[in-house]
């Protein structure tokens, strides 16, 4: 029942609220983001979705665009600014996300939607984390968020699919809530945020070079 109705329903609900009551925040931390980085303000990007079907999530924006001399964008530790490491530690640059939970492109609660590359990337079971809405939070951010790996990631997110239920998305919810207070998780070791998922034969080959993950 609450995959059938009840979580879209409380998805869209809440997403509204939570937006008509953050106006003065979104429209702080706008101000502060145009200050300390300048237009554009919100990072668009396209993601897939439920069942893989793409749609564009938007966040406000926490990197600059800075190239090097090549053209090729700088990594992601040289171009996530102050202002943005700030957005991210306290999660504010999520919350223009609530307007896509809203739409209906995401929950609340679910697997986070990655890059579309990534797509032929997965194996089968870590497929399965597109057999649900993504999330702004998801079981697999409130159990190491950025700070572990990415086959971990996707056998935390294969359990939530299997497990989803209204208990369970209160209770991750709580615990997203202790994680924002505290800054738990927000870059995986030796990174910004999160290397690229390169597949899990490649995984191991790739941990050793630093990767991009645009805005991740």
């Given at each position: ?158 359990w939530y699919v299997d497990h ?16 924002v207070l505290t800054g738990t ?32």
């Open positions: 029942m609450w995959t059938r109705g009840g979580k879209r329903l409380f998805d869209a609900v809440a997403a509204m609220l939570l937006l008509v009551l953050l106006v003065p925040v979104l429209s702080l931390v706008g101000l502060v983001a145009f200050l300390g980085m300048g237009p554009p303000v919100i990072f668009r990007q396209r993601r897939p979705g439920l069942r893989g079907a793409l749609f564009t999530i938007v966040k406000f924006r926490t990197m600059r665009k800075a190239e090097s001399d090549g053209g090729r964008a700088l990594p992601d530790e040289r171009r996530l600014t102050k202002v943005g490491r700030f957005l991210r530690r306290t999660s504010l640059d999520e919350l223009p996300t609530l307007w896509n939970v809203v739409r209906g492109d995401m929950s609340l609660v679910g697997p986070r939607p990655l890059l579309p590359q990534y797509l032929d990337r997965y194996s089968p079971r870590q497929a399965r984390r597109h057999e649900v809405r993504p999330g702004i939070t998801g079981w697999a951010q409130v159990n190491g968020r950025n700070a572990t790996t990415w086959e971990k990631r996707f056998e935390l997110d294969e989803c239920g209204f208990w369970l998305d209160m209770r991750i919810l709580t615990m997203t809530l202790w994680n998780g927000i870059s995986a070791p030796g990174h910004a945020t999160m290397p690229e998922f390169l597949g899990s034969q490649a995984a191991g080959a790739g941990e050793a070079e630093s990767r991009r993950t645009t805005e991740e």
